[in-house]
């Protein structure tokens, strides 16, 4: 008769195809994160909005209606419609004359978050480091 080898049972374990799968994980998330944090800062008020003390001479108001068509009205001037090449070209005139230019931003209550987002994203791109949304006190909202 022979002798049967009996196999002990392995108490170790192979952790080689776990490294490569963490390392490939590692990797999509090392390309994806900058991907991931793009976007438009706002500063939104944590409060209560109060009336601003504001230069009409120095403020600029941006707006975007219902159709995303653009205006623009500088200081005490007229709102004129613009297009987004002039809506970046002449707020980058008007900081380049006034740097500490006020710009509001203001959209009707009905038109889409992206058209305003679209609007907040020209004025970044423009160079505006700060901007002010407009909005109605609460007595004349009914």
């Given at each position: 008769?022979?002798?049967?080898?009996?196999?002990?049972?392995?108490?170790?374990?192979?952790?080689?195809?776990?490294?490569?799968?963490?390392?490939?994980?590692?990797?999509?998330?090392?390309?994806?994160?900058?991907?991931?944090?793009?976007?438009?800062?706002?500063?939104?008020?944590?409060?209560?909005?109060?009336?601003?003390?504001l230069?009409?001479?120095?403020?600029?108001?941006?707006?975007?209606?219902?159709?995303?068509?653009?205006?623009?009205?500088?200081?005490?001037?007229?709102?004129?419609?613009?297009?987004?090449?002039?809506?970046?070209?002449?707020?980058?005139?008007?900081?380049?004359?006034?740097?500490?230019?006020?710009?509001?931003?203001?959209?009707?209550?009905?038109?889409?978050?992206?058209?305003?987002?679209?609007l907040?994203?020209?004025?970044?791109?423009?160079?505006?480091?700060k901007?002010?949304?407009?909005?109605?006190?609460?007595?004349?909202?009914?």
């Amino acid at each position: 008769m022979s002798k049967r080898h009996k196999r002990k049972p392995m108490a170790e374990i192979n952790v080689v195809p776990y490294i490569d799968v963490m390392m490939v994980l590692l990797v999509i998330f090392m390309i994806s994160q900058p991907l991931l944090t793009q976007g438009v800062k706002v500063e939104l008020p944590q409060a209560e909005t109060e009336t601003l003390d504001l230069d009409p001479a120095d403020t600029l108001i941006a707006k975007v209606n219902l159709d995303g068509e653009y205006f623009l009205t500088i200081g005490s001037g007229e709102e004129r419609s613009v297009t987004t090449t002039e809506l970046i070209e002449q707020v980058q005139a008007q900081l380049t004359i006034n740097p500490k230019s006020s710009i509001l931003v203001a959209g009707d209550e009905k038109t889409e978050y992206k058209l305003v987002m679209n609007l907040l994203a020209l004025l970044n791109n423009a160079g505006v480091p700060k901007v002010g949304l407009m909005t109605r006190p609460l007595e004349e909202i009914k």
